[in-house]
């Protein structure tokens, strides 16, 4: 498996210094949808994902599996456009509130969490 490169980064040097990021020099980021707060999916990114996020407006991950930065919807036209990017309270997990448009979930669902519900409880 690949790692992300962490040379070209043109991330704010005063952001990168506050994230907390993994071993691999990743951050977990929560996707969530900007009007119903519905959360869509989980992915990763580098410096450089993020920094590419932010001056371009489309999320930009890193693919763990693939090796290879990504651009949400440049394959399957379902884009998200970021309109916040938010960093937790540890520093440790971003947020990015997005319009998505079409399915979040490479399966084609709505969102990555449509699937399986393993826990409920009612009342």
Aim: glycine letters at 8%; aromatic letters at 6%.
């Amino acid at each position: 498996m690949s790692t992300p490169s962490s040379s070209s980064s043109s991330l704010d040097p005063a952001v990168a210094a506050r994230l907390r990021h993994t071993a691999d020099g990743l951050v977990p980021v929560v996707v969530q949808q900007h009007d119903s707060r519905e959360v869509l999916m989980l992915a990763w990114v580098d410096d450089e994902a993020l920094a590419r996020t932010i001056d371009t407006g489309r999320a930009t991950y890193w693919s763990r599996s693939r090796g290879e930065y990504w651009v949400k919807g440049d394959t399957s036209g379902h884009a998200q456009w970021v309109k916040e990017v938010r960093l937790d309270c540890d520093g440790d997990t971003l947020l990015f509130v997005v319009d998505q448009v079409g399915a979040a979930c490479h399966t084609g669902d709505h969102t990555c969490f449509d699937a399986d519900l393993l826990h409920r409880v009612d009342g």
